[in-house]
């Protein structure tokens, strides 16, 4: 069974850069892709980004392209959210979801999820 634990939220000023961690574990296929979301209050989910079990594919959202950063660490079979610049708007639940048996990350992929993890809080405010 796929388990997926977020963390590393918190409050935050505005300006600084947060690092969301997702460790991921249970996968029963030899792909899968991993991806970043955000709900904040109010408003519907989000897609932000995704990474592939590799790494070596990436996608990014274009509303938050060139801020946010994804990554992993195979060993640690984590996978990791830089965000940069963080925004009064940037807050809300951020949520790392899995899918199986796609090699490469997309838009299309993102939509495409299956497991999900319970979030962590991000608040952005002085």
């Known amino acids: 069974q796929v388990q997926l634990v977020e963390s590393g939220g918190g409050l935050v000023q505005p300006g600084v850069s947060l690092t969301l961690s997702c460790v991921a574990s249970?996968?029963?296929?030899?792909?899968?892709?991993i991806g970043w979301f955000r709900r904040a209050p109010g408003m519907e989910r989000e897609g932000l980004s995704c990474?592939?079990?590799?790494?070596?594919?990436?996608y990014y959202a274009d509303s938050e392209k060139g801020r946010f950063t994804v990554f992993r660490d195979s060993v640690k079979n984590t996978v990791y959210l830089q965000m940069d610049s963080l925004k009064p708007e940037d807050t809300a639940v951020y949520y790392c979801a899995a899918t199986e048996d796609h090699y490469y990350c997309s838009g299309d992929v993102m939509g495409k999820m299956v497991y999900w993890g319970k979030g962590t809080a991000v608040t952005v405010s002085t």
């Open positions: 249970g996968f029963s296929s030899k792909y899968y892709v």
């Open positions: 990474i592939s079990r590799t790494g070596d594919s990436t």
